[in-house]
């Protein structure tokens, strides 16, 4: 390049002014220069090449045969400046000479073509800097113009197919009409037809396709799409060697495909590449070259996102160097100056909320003042700097507590909600910021139309049309809790508000992955036992009985409701085919672009929203399908106890109650004389004393916490049932919240001779919600054998030897075996695998195992098989066909999640979701002689003279076998065993 740059100046200077072929020699340097400075990035050459343009025009005055490509290659060069250095000025000139460039080539000229793409390209360049529509409307016209002049079978058609696959794909962005990308992946796949291997430009089509398909898994969520795009990526990388001119544009289109994938997976090693081959862009892209700056900010952006999976400080510090080094190549007057200047601000910031150290907030709030300056009243993205520099603001009155600061945030807020209408994407975030700075404030200096303004604003709430984000969840929860400790009027709206975005927010998240469930783990943290406690001390009992169950479980209800009506709607017709695929294409491409947005949500999943609220409807317009999607009504969750009372025990901050359900009459209130601290004690202080059990000194402590739950807890719910003519041995069932999820309620009583305990009273069984009860109450249906397998595992690949399993199993096949079909797996045949296939073909299931609980990933918790452990994940895939009964003789088969018990995520919650209806768990450690014993006689009492197995017989022959038992094992045992389910 250097040798041509050199021989084109030695024949300029051959020419001296006034010779016939000056200005071809001006124009073939300038040419060189330019091409020289898309290698090697120098901006001198480009500045240099402009110059000797303009010189070489001035020598092709009007009716000069070769006028009109002086002016097209001097507005290639602007055009070229512009995207360097942001000066508007080039770019409208060089508008401006493509347009006296193409009316020099009417139609029929041989350059028409030529210059109705370059005058295009320079107005799409416009409209990425100003966002005018009409600028990239007539672009995407004149590409069409072009097109039209490069008929199939034109040499250089692929070039205007690619140009108007490329500004469809820009309209697209801007205005989210499908069928625009539709078109530009299309275009795109026939220009990459048109360049075979070996084709010089074939890298570029395999980017530009790669780049339409990661747009459309944005938009729809297909994983195919993504997968494709990170191929296509690799593949036009490969065909950019080391030297080659496009080699860092190709390693950095891949390494954002990667971290589109990871965002969506949370694969790590995609994240890491993808930081690796930014590296590796920003080591092309030397000191000097034009794009360096965009690379430094691309590593530092990946360095952030690792850093907030990981924690480490040492990437994050990274980022904010690079960013700082980004921001230098960024200098005052750069049209883009604003954006390094935000993402530095926001790594200080990060920084900040990591060590604490203040002068980092204080150059995160300069940085952002910086920024806000460069986006002046009237630019469409004022809001965000506005609401960035009042956010940091706001974390430095924390801090440091000068009301000043809290002032400003406030103001900045009110301007940034100005800029924000009804409707607008970012209206509830900035709504969201504004309340809670006057709720700041409020609390600072007590001035009532501070708090009066922000529960103005929170009211406002319900009726945004948005898509829900984490932070609108959190917001409402705040709301709700402002209102209860303000005693204001809207708390009930508040949690009503707190649980829609609840539910719509899990819906939208992933189906079956524990990492999303995490995501609302601390949002819903007692935020449906709080809303129960609302309605009830407002007498609205209905409504505490619906709130309770929309906000408890989350994880399972969602995978229950979005597994059987998708199920259903596919029976549904050709329609219900349809919407069903649509529905699925939708909430996968909304969980994709909620992974990647942070805390505002973006124009993008406003769009997604707009069409997956539009494709719910549209369901509810189908027969028995006006419900979908929508939490139960009271008139439903009544169906629970058609077999028997339901009595909820919840738990909230607010005070303690019980509600009992029966099925044709209104819900019966009892309230509870401990407060949720009692509550919380007296459940850490019995798991406590269940890791004793097996020692000598328990027994009195059992017996005491077990009299203080029936004093304060279950006698005031039986003397109500009592009172409600619910008579002596009935079956009730307990679906308790909070801390009562971890309590024995089965096993309370007064324990003092001549009084009943529960047990002697009524037969107990627990449900961890009503809507699991009443889909347990489904009959299966009607098979011509049943099928029971025993599967036991005494010798695992972890945990000591269990010595009595192969007593318990022979038990369970003399019991069973003359009355079903009976299978029995065991040991080298008891593998994780082998398991899942016997339950596959078998109804009915005894396990007798190590049950492996894990407090703190509850996911995680599992049997222990001789090849490894059967997890809680591979049970919620499987698809069982009606399974009837489960049989648990494990420990800790009931054992959640340390910090949220509340949601039952547990070996035998697992096993009723999968779908067997009445299932028999444990609550601590189970004595293996024990086991045996219960087994027997829970196997005896089953079987009845019928010649077959019913499963809602499962409770009373547990009730039976624990009664007979009784004067024969230690207390511990006796209730150790609990029934869930029918």
């Known amino acids: 390049m250097a040798d041509r740059v050199e021989k084109c100046r030695a024949a300029l200077q051959s020419c001296p002014p006034g010779h016939s072929n000056q200005s071809t020699s001006l124009s073939n340097l300038a040419i060189s220069l330019q091409s020289r400075f898309k290698q090697r990035g120098v901006p001198s050459d480009l500045d240099e090449a402009i110059e000797l343009h303009r010189a070489a025009l001035l020598l092709r005055p009007p009716g000069h045969p070769e006028r009109s490509a002086s002016l097209n290659n001097l507005a290639n060069s602007l055009r070229n400046r512009f995207q360097q250095r942001g000066v508007t000025s080039d770019l409208n000139e060089a508008i401006e000479l493509h347009r006296a460039a193409l009316l020099l080539r009417p139609p029929g000229h041989y350059c028409r073509s030529v210059s109705l793409d370059n005058l295009a390209l320079s107005l799409r360049n416009r409209f990425k800097k100003q966002g005018v529509p009409s600028d990239l409307d007539e672009a995407i016209e004149l590409h069409r113009a072009a097109l039209l002049l490069h008929p199939p079978g034109h040499s250089q058609r692929s070039t205007p197919l690619n140009n108007l696959g490329n500004s469809l794909q820009s309209r697209f962005k801007q205005r989210g009409v499908p069928s625009d990308l539709d078109e530009a992946i299309e275009l795109h796949r026939a220009a990459l037809l048109l360049r075979p291997p070996g084709h010089s430009s074939r890298s570029v089509s395999l980017d530009n396709l790669a780049l339409g398909l990661r747009d459309r898994f944005q938009q729809r969520g297909v994983p195919s799409d993504l997968d494709e795009a990170i191929e296509l990526h690799r593949a036009a990388l490969l065909l950019c060697p080391p030297g080659h001119s496009d080699q860092s544009a190709s390693l950095n ?9 990871f965002q969506q997976r949370g694969v790590p090693s995609d994240l890491d590449e993808a930081i690796e081959l930014h590296r590796a862009a920003l080591l092309l892209r030397s000191p000097g070259h034009s794009e360096r700056s965009a690379s430094l900010n691309n590593l530092a952006s990946g360095l952030q996102n690792r850093f907030k999976q990981h924690g480490v400080t040492s990437d994050l510090d990274e980022a904010i160097e690079l960013h700082r080094a980004a921001l230098l190549l960024r200098p005052p007057g750069h049209s883009e100056r604003s954006t390094p200047l935000n993402n530095l601000a926001n790594g200080l910031k990060n920084r900040f909320k990591q060590h604490g ?28 700097p506005l609401n960035n520099l009042a956010n940091s603001l706001q974390n430095r009155f924390k801090k440091q507590g000068v009301m000043s600061d809290l002032d400003e945030a406030i103001e900045l807020h ?15 975030t900035t709504l969201i910021n504004l309340a809670n700075s006057l709720q700041n404030r409020f609390e600072q200096r007590g001035i009532p139309s501070d708090l009066d303004e922000a529960f103005r604003l929170y009211v406002e709430l319900p009726y945004l049309s948005h898509a829900v984000s984490h932070r609108d969840l959190t917001a409402a929860k705040s709301w709700a809790t402002s209102a209860e400790e303000r ?59 619906e709130m309770v169950e929309q906000g408890r479980a989350v994880f399972w209800t969602h995978l229950a409701r979005l597994r059987s009506p998708l199920n259903e709607l596919l029976l549904s017709g050709d329609t219900g085919a349809a919407l069903e695929k649509e529905f699925k294409q939708l909430s996968f491409g909304l969980r994709s672009a909620f992974n990647q947005s942070t805390e505002e949500p973006s124009p993008q999943i406003r769009q997604l929203t707009v069409q997956w609220n539009d494709v719910v409807s549209r369901i509810r317009m189908l027969p028995d399908f006006s419900r979908f999607l929508l939490p139960p009504l009271f008139s439903d969750l009544q169906k629970a106890a058609e077999e028997g009372p339901v009595v909820i025990i919840n738990a909230s901050r607010y005070g303690c109650d019980a509600l009992i359900i029966f099925s044709e009459q209104d819900p019966v209130h009892v309230p509870l004389d401990i407060p949720q601290t009692e509550v919380s004690e007296l459940s850490a202080e019995f798991q406590s004393l269940t890791e004793q059990f097996g020692t000598s000194n328990y027994q009195n402590k059992l017996a005491s916490i077990l009299r203080k739950l029936w004093d304060c807890v279950v006698d005031p719910v039986v003397q109500a049932l009592r009172a409600s003519n619910i008579h002596h041995g009935s079956r009730i069932w307990w679906c308790p919240t909070a801390e009562f999820t971890l309590l024995p309620l089965h096993a309370a009583g007064p324990y003092e001779k001549n009084k009943d305990n529960l047990s002697q009273i009524y037969i107990s069984s627990y449900t961890p919600t ?12 009607e098979v011509s054998a049943q099928h029971f397998v025993a599967i036991g595992q005494a010798n695992p690949d972890r945990g000591k030897e269990l010595r009595h399993v192969a007593p318990e199993l022979a038990i369970v096949a003399q019991r069973l075996g003359p009355v079903v079909s009976f299978t029995s797996l065991e040991d080298s045949d008891a593998t994780v695998q082998g398991a899942l296939d016997a339950l596959n073909h078998n109804q009915w299931l005894h396990l007798a195992c190590h049950g492996m609980p894990n407090r703190a990933q509850s996911f995680d918790s599992s049997f222990a098989m001789r090849d490894g452990p059967l997890m809680i994940k591979d049970i919620i895939r499987s698809n069982w066909q009606n399974p009837e009964f489960a049989f648990l003789s494990a420990c800790h088969t009931t054992v959640g999640h340390e910090k949220s018990p509340d949601e039952s995520i547990h070996l035998a919650a697992a096993m009723q979701f999968a779908g067997f209806r009445s299932v028999i768990g444990s609550m ?3 004595d293996d002689e024990v086991a045996r014993q219960v087994v027997s006689a829970f196997y005896r009492n089953l079987v009845d003279g ?37």
Request: hydrophobic share 45%.
């Open 770 to 781: 009503l809507a699991t009860l009443i889909r347990a109450r489904r009959v299966s249906q």
């Open 924 to 926: 601590w450690s189970v």
């Open 414 to 428: 009110r301007a940034a909600l100005l800029l924000c209408p009804p409707g607008h994407s970012n209206r509830s």
């Open 487 to 545: 005693n204001h009027d809207s708390a009930m709206l508040a949690y009503l508000t707190a649980l829609k975005f609840l539910d719509q927010h899990v819906t939208i998240l992933s189906s079956s992955s524990p990492r999303h469930f995490d995501v609302v783990r601390t949002a819903i943290a007692s935020l449906a036992m709080d809303a129960f406690s609302c309605s009830v001390r407002h007498g609205a009992l209905t409504t505490a009985v």
């Open 946 to 982: 019928s010649g077959r197995l019913d499963c809602t017989r499962a409770a009373i022959a547990l009730h039976k076998a624990v009664k007979s038992l009784r004067k024969k094992i230690p207390l511990e045992q006796q209730i150790v065993f609990v029934h869930i389910g029918v």
């Open 357 to 384: 150290v203040t002068s980092d907030l204080d150059e995160a709030i300069e940085l952002h003042r910086a920024a806000l300056l460069l986006r002046p009243p009237g630019h469409s993205e004022r809001s965000t």
């Open 253 to 261: 289109n891949l390494a954002f495909g990667l971290q589109n994938r």
